[in-house]
């Protein structure tokens, strides 16, 4: 089965930073790599998606890249915010949309 | 409002006893999940199931058992079987046609 690595497990940053997170996958089927965002206590959302045929997404101040041939992809946040506390998991699905999760960044960002 | 609903948010009992968690959806779509979460191990996945009275085992099904006689409802049962019960369990939907999963807010199962 599709097994996904995450890292680094904690991330600390200062308010107007960049927070990189970066995911590795192990099926070559997978083509489907979303991005969650989880607050204490609450269910995971979904923030950025992408899709195999993409090599990048943009979403203001959240873009996602993808390595198909090195099978990885990274979550890029820019001028972060205390807001963007949180922890964040990657994913990767084949055909069934069916998520493996990574095991979660816990990103801090100080004021 | 639409959305994935869980009961209840916080669940206690004592060991040895089956547990129920309830999960509705009012989204009508077709799959749903259910997921464990423990601290540092990510989200795992129990069960799913992509069309009323059908549903597949996930990574970590032992000990836990499921039934889907409503498209809108997928209720799980933790039973004694489950030798650390305690976690974070959380249900999900999709479209069969669509890709973002849809989460529920979640519920604390402590077994003391």
């Known amino acids: 089965g599709e097994n996904v690595e995450q890292h680094p497990s904690t991330l600390s940053v200062q308010e107007g930073d960049s927070a990189v997170i970066k995911c590795t996958y192990s099926d070559s089927a997978s083509n489907y790599f979303p991005w969650y965002k989880q607050e204490l206590g609450k269910g995971p959302q979904l923030i950025i998606d992408i899709r195999s045929n993409v090599g990048e997404k943009k979403d203001q101040r959240i873009a996602v890249t993808l390595n198909k041939t090195a099978k990885h992809f990274s979550l890029h946040i820019t001028e972060t915010q205390p807001e963007d506390s949180a922890v964040y998991f990657c994913a990767a699905a084949g055909g069934s949309y069916i998520p493996t999760f990574g095991r979660g960044t816990s990103l801090i960002v100080h004021p | ?112």
């Not at chain 2, 129990?46 to 032992?62: L, R, T």
């Not at chain 2, 049962?77 to 939907?93: I, R």
Request: proline share 4%.
């Open chain 2, 1 to 112: 409002d639409g959305g994935i609903t869980q009961s209840p948010k916080y669940l206690f009992r004592k060991e040895g006893q089956n547990v129920t968690l309830s999960c509705e959806q009012n989204l009508n779509h077709d799959a749903m999940y259910w997921y464990r979460q423990d601290p540092g191990q990510g989200l795992r996945l129990i069960y799913y199931s992509q069309i009323v009275n059908d549903f597949q085992k996930g990574d970590i099904a032992e000990g836990y058992s499921v039934s889907r006689e409503k498209k809108e409802s997928f209720p799980l049962t933790v039973t004694s079987a489950q030798k650390n019960p305690t976690a974070f369990y959380l249900c999900a939907s999709r479209q069969l046609r669509g890709t973002e999963a849809f989460f529920g807010q979640g519920t604390r199962l402590t077994v003391v």
